[in-house]
């Protein structure tokens, strides 16, 4: 049995997420979870959240028997969302346009 949850839109760019999911993926859920509170990364907070509410799902389904020793991290994707697309003033009134990078996170966890 799966369980899956996800977190879409989330205001970070894919490369710098994928760094932290990287160092999840494959690992025992409570090692996750105590890996991910004591990163410094601002990935690592949005990854946590994902986790925990993935380990939530898992208790609230009828079919899933909780053993947290047992259950561990399937899979992590993340994938690039939309981004937001801003403009910097340049010299001589030109204009540089930003790309602020969202991602879609998400977790599998069995």
Known sequence: MEIISKANSVRI????L????????G????K??????????KGASIVLKTLT???ANA???????VDMNSVSVKAITVDEGPALKRFRARAQGRANRIK???SHLKIVIG
């Open 53 to 55: 509410s993935a380990v």
């Open 27 to 30: 690992l025992n859920v409570n």
């Open 18 to 25: 994928r760094k932290v999911a990287n160092l999840v993926r």
């Open 100 to 102: 602020k990078r969202t």
């Open 59 to 65: 208790g609230n389904s009828d079919d899933f028997d």
């Open 32 to 41: 996750a979870l105590n890996s991910l509170s004591h990163m410094d990364e």
């Open 13 to 16: 760019s894919p490369k710098k």
